[in-house]
C-alpha cells in the first residue's frame, strides 16, 4: 500500500552509479545501484564508513566525518580525488561530481551535469543527506555542543538556507570578539557586529524551533514504540529560542543586540559571548521511562537517536516544501546502523526504512546483521579497496 | 632524483615565483606561465614587461573615488556627463567595473578597497571611509547607493557606514535584497544588476 509520502507525488531519487577515485583507501572503485536500500558490510577498516563519506560530500558541508579537504585524497596517490554519482531523480539523470585537483588540493571542485557548481551549496539543490554515525553514539551524554551540531544539521536538512545562518552568526561573534579583545571602544563598528549576530541568532534559534515542533509532531504521528524505538520528548534549553515564545523575531532580535551591547564588558573579560544560541542545548527524555536520555541504557541511548534521526527523516517527508518538490529529495546514511540492536529491533528498524521511501545506505561488520532485509535491498560486500555485489539471504 | 629547483636558473625562477604569487596561479600554472612566455618572448613577453612598467609608474587610485585610473581625478570623477548626485559605494574596483559594464549606473562611485573585517585586521583606517564622508558633505549629493555583498563583513561594513553618514543630508540606499552583491558582483549577468540597482532600496 502506498504511504502518504509515497502518495504526495514528490520527486524519490535513486542512486544509480558511485566512482570514486583516489578518495580515502579507495584507488578505484565503481557501483552500479539498482535504487534498492544499500547494505554494506566487510570487516573493520575495509571502506565501509569511507564510502558513506563520499557520499555526503556529494551535499554542502564537510560530511559525515566533518573532515578537512587535506585528508581525503588517497594516501600514495596522486594527491587529487573524485567522487562522482549518476541519480535518477524522478526520472531524469543527474550527475554530480566532487573532488579536487591534485594541482589545487585544497580548493573542493563541485561538478552538476558536468559544468562547474557555484559552490558546495548548489549540490542542496539536487539532494541533501541526512546521517547518523557511530560518533553520535554519546549524543546524549557529550557536551551540549554536539547536540546543538546534531540539531542544527536536522534543522539544515529542512531547510538548506540554515546553513547560511549559522555561518553568518559564527563569523559575526568572533568578529566582535576579536574586536572585544582589541579593547576597542568603536560603537559604531561593534554595534554593526551585534547586529549581524542578532539577525542571524534569531534566524537560527527560530528554526531550531521549527525543527524541535516538526519533530515531535511526526513522532507522535509515527507510533514507532510498538517496534521498540521508544517515544522522546524534545526540548530547547535557550534563551532565544524561549525568547520567541513570548514575542516576535523582530523583538527579539532588537533584545538580543541591546543585551549584547550591555555584556560588551562581561564578554571582553571572558574571553567569548557569554550569552546567544551558541549555547543552546537539546534535551531529549525517554517518553515512556520519563528519564533523560543520558540516563538510559546503551541500547537505548541508540533506539532513542535513531528514533530522533527516523521521527526528522518523517518530518522532512510531511513538510510542504518537501511535497511542493521545492526542496531537493533526501537520501539517509546510517553508519554500523546494527550496532547496539537486538534482532527484533534491526528487523523492525529495516522494516520502518523500507515504508520511508528514501534511499538508505547502511553499513555493518557481517552480512548476517542485514539478513531480516532479504531481497528488498542490495547488499555489497567491501574488501581490498573495492565492492562486490551479494545477496543478503 | 633531481630536485625541482637546482635545474632552474636563477632569473628564471625568480619570474616563477613572482607570477606564483599572482591571484589564481600556484607553483605548477606559474611555471607553465614562464614557459609560455619565453616561447613568446616578442609578441607576449616583451609588450608585457613594458606594461607592467608602465601601469606600475602611471596608474593609481584616484583621489576622489579611489578608483584605479593614470589620471587624477579619474576619468568617471572628470566626466561631466555624469550624475554628480549619486554616489555608489563598492568594494573594490573589480565591482565598478561590473557595474559600469552593465551601464547599471550613471552617477559618480567610491571604492572602499576592502570591507571592514576585525579577524583579518582590517579596520575603518584601512578603508576610504574619511573621504567617503567627506564627499557625502558636498550638498550637491542626494544620495549613496551601498552596493556592499550580502555577506556578514558586507552587511556590518554597509551597517558602520550608515551610522557614520547618519549626519549627511543623503538618502541612503542599498540595492534590491536578495542579490549578490560586491566581490559577487563580477559574476551576475549584466541584466541582474542593472535591475537591482534600478529597485535599490532605503537602506
Ligand atoms: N586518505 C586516506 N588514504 C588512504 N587510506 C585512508 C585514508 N583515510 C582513511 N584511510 C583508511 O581507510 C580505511 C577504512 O576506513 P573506514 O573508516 O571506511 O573503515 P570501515 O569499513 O568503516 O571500518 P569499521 O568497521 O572499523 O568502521 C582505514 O584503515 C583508514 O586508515
Ligand atoms: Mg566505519
Ligand atoms: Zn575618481
Known amino acids: 500500500m502506498a504511504t502518504p509520502a509515497r502518495a504526495a507525488g514528490r520527486a524519490p531519487v535513486r542512486f544509480r552509479r558511485l566512482a570514486l577515485m583516489d578518495f580515502r583507501s579507495y584507488a578505484r572503485a565503481e557501483v552500479a545501484l539498482d535504487g534498492r536500500p544499500v547494505a554494506l558490510f566487510g570487516p573493520n577498516g575495509a571502506g565501509k564508513t569511507n564510502l558513506l563519506e563520499a557520499l555526503s560530500l556529494l551535499g554542502p558541508g564537510r560530511g559525515l566525518r566533518s573532515a578537512r579537504l587535506d585528508e581525503l585524497p588517497r594516501v600514495g596517490g596522486a594527491g587529487g580525488w573524485a567522487v562522482s554519482a549518476r541519480l535518477d531523480v524522478a526520472g531524469e539523470e543527474r550527475r554530480l561530481g566532487v573532488g579536487a585537483a591534485a594541482s589545487a588540493p585544497d580548493r573542493r571542485i563541485c561538478r552538476i551535469d558536468e559544468t562547474a557548481a557555484a559552490g558546495p551549496a548548489a549540490l542542496a539543490e539536487h539532494v541533501r543527506f541526512l546521517w547518523l554515525t557511530p560518533a553520535q553514539d554519546r549524543l546524549f551524554t557529550d557536551s551540549p555542543g554536539e547536540r546543538r551540531r546534531f540539531l542544527d544539521r536536522m534543522a539544515l536538512a529542512r531547510n538548506p538556507a540554515q546553513a547560511r545562518a549559522a555561518a553568518d552568526y559564527e563569523l559575526a561573534m568572533r568578529q566582535r570578539q576579536r574586536l572585544l579583545d582589541e579593547r576597542s571602544r568603536d560603537e559604531a563598528w561593534l554595534a554593526a557586529l551585534e547586529t549581524r549576530m542578532a539577525e542571524a541568532g534569531v534566524a537560527l534559534a527560530a528554526a531550531r524551533r521549527e525543527t524541535a515542533s516538526a519533530l515531535a509532531a511526526a513522532e507522535i504521528a509515527a507510533g514507532d514504540e510498538d517496534a521498540g524505538f521508544p517515544a522522546a520528548d524534545i526540548a530547547l534549553e535557550g534563551e532565544l529560542e524561549a525568547a520567541l515564545d513570548a514575542a516576535p523575531a523582530a523583538e527579539v532580535e532588537e533584545a538580543f543586540a541591546e543585551r549584547l551591547r550591555r555584556n560588551r564588558a562581561a564578554d ?59 526542496s531537493a529529495p533526501l537520501v539517509l546514511l546510517l553508519d554500523e546502523i546494527a550496532a547496539h540492536l537486538d534482532k527484533d529491533r534491526r528487523a523492525a528498524l529495516f522494516d520502518i526504512l523500507d515504508g520511508l521511501d528514501f534511499q538508505v545506505f547502511m553499513t555493518g561488520t557481517d552480512k548476517s546483521l542485514f539478513a531480516a532485509w532479504g531481497a528488498r535491498a542490495q547488499g555489497f ?9 551479494t545477496t543478503l539471504t | 632524483m633531481p630536485t625541482g629547483k637546482g635545474q632552474i636558473g636563477p632569473e628564471l625562477q625568480r619570474l616563477i615565483d613572482l607570477l606564483a604569487k599572482l591571484p589564481g596561479l600556484g607553483p605548477r600554472s606559474a611555471k607553465r606561465a614562464a614557459l609560455y612566455l619565453l616561447k613568446k618572448r616578442e609578441p607576449v613577453m616583451r609588450p608585457l614587461a613594458y606594461a607592467l612598467a608602465e601601469a606600475a609608474d602611471k596608474v593609481a587610485a584616484c583621489s576622489t573615488c579611489g578608483n584605479w585610473d593614470s589620471i587624477d581625478p579619474c576619468a568617471i570623477c572628470a566626466d561631466a556627463e555624469r550624475d554628480g548626485s549619486v554616489i555608489c559605494v563598492v568594494q573594490d574596483v573589480g565591482d565598478l567595473w561590473a557595474l559600469e559594464r552593465a551601464g547599471a549606473h550613471r552617477g559618480l562611485y567610491h571604492v572602499l578597497g576592502g570591507l571592514l573585517s576585525p579577524l583579518d585586521g582590517v579596520g575603518p583606517d584601512d578603508l576610504n571611509i574619511g573621504r567617503l564622508v567627506e564627499r557625502a558633505r558636498a550638498e550637491s549629493v542626494k544620495e549613496v547607493v551601498l552596493a556592499l555583498p550580502a555577506t556578514v563583513d558586507g552587511q556590518s561594513t554597509a551597517h558602520y557606514l550608515s551610522e557614520h553618514l547618519a549626519g549627511c543630508a543623503v538618502a541612503l540606499t542599498r540595492l534590491s535584497q536578495g542579490v549578490p552583491v560586491g566581490g559577487e558582483l563580477d559574476y551576475l549577468d549584466e541584466g541582474t544588476l542593472a535591475a537591482a540597482m534600478k529597485t535599490r532600496r532605503p537602506a
Open chain 1, 268 to 326: 571582553a573579560a571572558a574571553g567569548r559571548a557569554l550569552i546567544g544560541p551558541h549555547r543552546s542545548d537539546l534535551l531529549v527524555t525517554h517518553r515512556q521511562k520519563g528519564t533523560p536520555a543520558r540516563a538510559c541504557s546503551t541500547g537505548e541511548q541508540k533506539a532513542l537517536l535513531i528514533g530522533l534521526v527516523l521521527a526528522n527523516a518523517r518530518a522532512l517527508a510531511l513538510s510542504a516544501r518537501f511535497r511542493a518538490g521545492a
Open chain 1, 381 to 389: 560486500a567491501v574488501e581490498d579497496g573495492g565492492l562486490t555485489e
